[in-house]
Structure formats: structure tokens, C-alpha cells
């Protein structure tokens, strides 16, 4: 997905925003989600988007839904992993692209959250 300048700015004030009510500096931060603090100045600054894995460890570590970080409104609910009946009828399962897509950001979820 490409964002346009406003959209990106906006997603990164929004990180920076619960960063700091969360009382973290940039640096401390970027070593919680494991990226050189120079990136994570970047990802503020709006210079640069973050990687998927990046953006769901933003997510879990600052406590707010990826929909929030992202387009700025949360979706209004929480999709339970274990409730399989809710995610399957959010994924495609007749397009294989968006099938493996989903796949993969949820196998990138439970990584991440192992090692939290």
C-alpha cells in the first residue's frame, strides 16, 4: 500500500504521540522493537515507512491496534486469533495471494509475541 506524504505523517504522529505519553525516548524505543535508533527517528520523522515486522512490534509494544497506527480509526473491535470462525471470515481464502499474506502476518504476530 502506498501512502501518500499526509498519510504518513499522520501515521508517524500517531507513533509519536503514544511513544511519549508512554514515556519513552526515541532511543529506548527503538531498542524495545529492536531497530537502530536512527531508523526509528526516521520512522517518526516520516522519512521512512516501517517494515511490516517493525510496524506489528510498534503495535504490541505500544499497546494500540495497527488499524489506530495506520489509518488513524480503530476498527471499533478486536478479532480474537483463537476465535477461528471471526478470522476465517476475514480472509479470502479463494485468492491465494491475500490467503498467504494473512498467513504470513499472522506467523510474524505469534513470533513476535513469543518473544516479548
Do not use: C, W
Amino acid at each position: 500500500m502506498r501512502m501518500t506524504k499526509t498519510e504518513q505523517k499522520a501515521m508517524s504522529n500517531r507513533i509519536k504521540e503514544r511513544r511519549k505519553f508512554l514515556n519513552y525516548t526515541q532511543e529506548q524505543f527503538a531498542e524495545i522493537i529492536g531497530i537502530s535508533a536512527s531508523s526509528y527517528t526516521r520512522i517518526e520523522n516520516a522519512f521512512q515507512n516501517p517494515s511490516l515486522d517493525t510496524l506489528i512490534k510498534i503495535s504490541l509494544n505500544l499497546k494500540i491496534p495497527l488499524d489506530y497506527i495506520v489509518f488513524g480509526e480503530p476498527s471499533g473491535h478486536m478479532v480474537a486469533v483463537s476465535d477461528i470462525d471471526k478470522l476465517a471470515a476475514l480472509i479470502d481464502f479463494s485468492d491465494k495471494d491475500k490467503l498467504k499474506h494473512a498467513s504470513d502476518v499472522l506467523g510474524k504476530i505469534v513470533k513476535i509475541k513469543e518473544n516479548l
